[in-house]
Each structure stands twice: as structure tokens, then as C-alpha cells.
């Protein structure tokens, strides 16, 4: 069974920052793209941040200059590091990657989000 459990979230006041971990568990292979979305409420689930294997990362323009995205291999872990953090932040962040193991290839796989919220 492979599982995506991030942590991290909280509450941080406008300025400020958090760093957000997602680490994958199970009979993994390889993780090939990883990534950060997140959902505010009554709004449809954004891209974050992605980054591939070999460390090629993409950002969406709202965070641009804030966030970081990075990745440890040995660790099956990604991270997000996200500084001068605004209200418009506050969404439930989830992770995302595709994974292969030895039988089969999980190309979607998501974990469970954790809550960031921006606020003073």
C-alpha cells in the first residue's frame, strides 16, 4: 500500500512563514513528478508547485518568488517552503506524485492535505 502523508500546516500570520513536508511510504520503485496543489473553499484544486526527479521545477504565478518546492530521493519526501505568506494563501495544501513500485504504477497519487491558514 503506498500512502502521501504531509504535515506542516497551521496557522501563521500574514508575512509569515511555514514549511510543509509530504512523504511517501510503501514498496516504492521510483517517484518520478511530485508536487504541491491546494483548495481553498468554494475553489477548485490549484497547482502549487511541481517538481521532477531530476530536480525541474515549475511554479504557478500567484507564488512565484515565495515558494519553494525541493525534493529528497532517498527520502521519498518532498517539501514546500513558503515565505511571505498572504490570506489568499489559506487553502488545504495536498500533495501529489507519480509512483511506480514493483507491480504496479500509482500516476495520481494524492495524500490526505493539510490546512494552512493566513491570518492576523
Known amino acids: 500500500q503506498v500512502q502521501l502523508v504531509e504535515s506542516g500546516g497551521g496557522l501563521v500570520q500574514p508575512g509569515g512563514s511555514l514549511r510543509l513536508s509530504c512523504a511517501a511510504s510503501?514498496?516504492?520503485?521510483?517517484?518520478?513528478?511530485m508536487g504541491w496543489y491546494r483548495q481553498a473553499p468554494g475553489k477548485q484544486r490549484e497547482l502549487v508547485a511541481t517538481?521532477?526527479?531530476?530536480?525541474?521545477?515549475n511554479y504557478a504565478d500567484t507564488v512565484k518568488g515565495r515558494f519553494t518546492i525541493s525534493r529528497d530521493n532517498a527520502k521519498n519526501t518532498v517539501y514546500l517552503q513558503m515565505s511571505s505568506l498572504k490570506p489568499e494563501d489559506t487553502a488545504v495544501y495536498y500533495c501529489n506524485a507519480d509512483i511506480l513500485t514493483g507491480g504496479a504504477r500509482y500516476p495520481d497519487k494524492w495524500g490526505q492535505g493539510t490546512q494552512v491558514t493566513v491570518s492576523s
Open positions: 510503501g514498496s516504492i520503485f521510483r517517484i518520478n513528478v
Open positions: 517538481i521532477s526527479r531530476s530536480g525541474s521545477t
